[in-house]
């Protein structure tokens, strides 16, 4: 049986102190200028009325991927867990997925020239049992993963407390990347 | 600006580029030549070689201008040597595998369809004469009228002409490519464009065997598409005010704002659609038959489809919800 996984971004714990997106850069070895990963930073409201909101960019890994159906050549793929992965040996750079992506998580590793993403560090880490690198690094538990089927699990737990939104979900793409809305300061 | 979490230029929404558009713009003039070759090929008495020269001119551009796009598709690839993979793994939920698909049947039934327009150039007046001479029993084994032939190749001209459309419209956080008038828009314009390519190459290569009465229909079955893609231009945009929402707003965008803005009044709306109209109520009314005008008039047809393709390809990743 499949897992579902899902990772839970809280952005009233986040700092915006970027250790994700450098961890992520480590693990991966991202090439420099490109980014499996994000966190904008955005101030609102005007002084001293001020609101500061944090946006993590990222695949969200989409239970139903655009990415995947546009692929023509199956490069990009849905695995038995629901992750969505790159198959480099089958993929042309056509660009279509990157075009797809309604989260702009897909880039052209210059280096490679293929297409990469984020792969919640499936390879390296979460097929060992651990976390992925953006989540085991984070020093305020901003970020939490695990197996929705596990009701001690954390992501578990986190979702039956916290109202979640699902990115761009109007979309019907059914994302495993779930936030905490902001609840704090000035929001426009 | 030298944001913390670093650049941002690979969240830019324009991906594919102006190659694209070319592209585009030539899978549907291919499209629409084979079509246009085809409609006058039909015209009682026009059956039999010699051919017409409108009917050779739309038969050479179809596999010349599909070929020259599938250059231009492959080198547009980050990894052009590896265009191969995309022959030999298969997705069909994916448009661009269809599109594949129906280009492995289009593209050399475009060929010997051609070829049967050619025949004597090819064996025995051309450079290859020689060269190609055992191929002539196959050719004429097909025949000069072969209707299973012609026919298929009608019916995936249209498949190829609506796929470019479909290519787009399949990605659904692009509202203006996500609409369903899109294929519909681009096989009328790619007609339009494969009937102005072939009287314009037709009067320029084949004038001699070019029949004034061919050109004529031809010319007026232009100004009857031109028109249709005015309407469907119109159809797209008020359709997409009254879907609301992103959609509305998009709509309006793309229509006032910035450089695309111009290209689509100045390039798709002024240079393709009014001029094309104003040269037919005028310069060429009550078709009167003026080659310099009818020239000019497919000249501002085709700018006019690659103006659109390059609105639609632009205006459509520019402004995203």
Redesign the interface.
Known sequence: MGKQYRLIYDENLCIGCQACSVACRVENSVPDEVYRLQVHLHTKGEFPNLGMNFERLSCVMCENPPCVSVCPTNASFQSKDGLVHIDERACIACKYCILACPYHARFINPLKNVVEKCNFCYETRVSKELLPACVSICPTDALSFGDMRHKHSLVHQKSHKEVLVFPKAHLGTKPKVAFIPNRKGMKS | MN?????M???S?L??HWPIAVYLFLAGLSAGAAMTSLIVKWIEGNGKPPWDGLIKAGALLAPLTICLGLVLLIFD???PL??W??LI???F?????LG?LGLFIYTPLSFIYAAIKFKPWLFETGPFAGLLRPFKGLLDKVGDNPAWLERTLFLFAVIIGIYTGFLLS?????PLFNTPLLPILFLASGLSSGIAASILFGLLFFKSEVNEKNAKYLLELDLRVVPMELLLLFALFVGMYFQGGDKAIIAVQALTTGIWAFVFWGGVIGVGIATPLLIAITALKHHAYRVGYILLNSLVVLIGVVFLRLYILYAG?TFVG
């Open positions: 944001q913390i979490w670093g650049s230029e690979q969240y929404t991906v594919w690839l980050t990894r590896m265009f993979k995309l793994h298969y997705n939920g994916s448009v661009m595998t594949v399949a990605m659904y956080s692009y990743q």
